[in-house]
């Protein structure tokens, strides 16, 4: 069974730094591209992230460049999202999503998601 | 960028009710559309992928259609458990983006 499991969100004053993991288990984490995907409080999702399966390739939304960076350990089985300058519009459940191997890439796996919470 | 607009932002119906969702890109994306439902509380779960696919154990009262700019999520008669929001998301052109959902109610 494919499962992701994130962890590590927690509250943080604005400037400050969070890293949330994410572990993969049931499929062959090393043959993935992985997405880091955002939900503030009441509101849309929001994708932060993306990063290739051999991590030659991440990219960032803009709201995220220059302050987050995207991480793996395929020996672990395991996604990382460091986030730093944490800013007040950062608080989020941050989710980490499987991408197919289907045409199109959709995200067909995600986990339950780790609330990050950004204030003084 | 491209941004994905859906309608409408909520919609009450009933048990029964046969339900239609329509999403619009801001410039055509082949049929690279997926559609997501999010139970309150829940991550998302992937319905319908390239358009028209339905995903493995989703149920077929689940239909979507489109291509280029225009897609839409269908469901035939809805059942309780089909009350949540619904997002559309396009991965055609980096970045990727989804639309801001709709909310499905019981009426």
């Known amino acids: 069974e494919v499962q992701l499991v994130e962890s590590g969100g927690g509250l943080v004053q604005p400037g400050g730094s969070l890293r949330v993991s994410c572990v993969a288990s049931g499929f062959s984490f090393s043959s993935y591209e992985m997405n880091w995907v955002r939900q503030a409080p009441g509101r849309g999702l929001e994708w932060v992230s993306y990063i290739h399966s051999g991590g030659v390739s991440r990219h960032y939304a803009d709201s995220v460049k220059g302050r987050f960076t995207v991480s793996r350990d395929n020996a672990k089985s395991s996604l990382f999202l460091q986030m730093n300058n944490l800013r007040v519009e950062d608080t989020a459940v941050y989710y980490c999503?499987?991408?197919?191997?289907?045409?199109?890439?959709?995200?067909?796996?995600w986990g339950q998601g780790t609330l990050v919470t950004v204030s003084s | 960028d491209i941004q994905m607009t859906q309608s409408p932002s909520s919609l009450s119906a009933s048990v029964g009710d046969r339900v239609t969702i329509t999403c619009r890109a801001s410039?055509?994306?082949?049929?690279?559309v997926h559609w997501y439902q999010q139970r309150p509380g829940k991550a998302p779960k992937l319905l319908i992928y390239n358009s028209a696919t339905l995903q493995s154990a989703a149920p077929s009262r689940f239909s979507g259609s489109g291509s280029g700019t225009d897609f839409t999520l269908t469901i035939s008669s809805l059942q309780p458990e089909d009350f949540a929001t619904y997002y559309c998301q396009q991965t055609y052109s980096p970045p990727q983006s989804f639309g801001q959902g709709t909310k499905l109610e019981i009426k």
């Open positions: 999503a499987r991408e197919s191997v289907l045409t199109g890439s959709p995200s067909d796996y």
């Open positions: 410039q055509s994306v082949s049929s690279y």
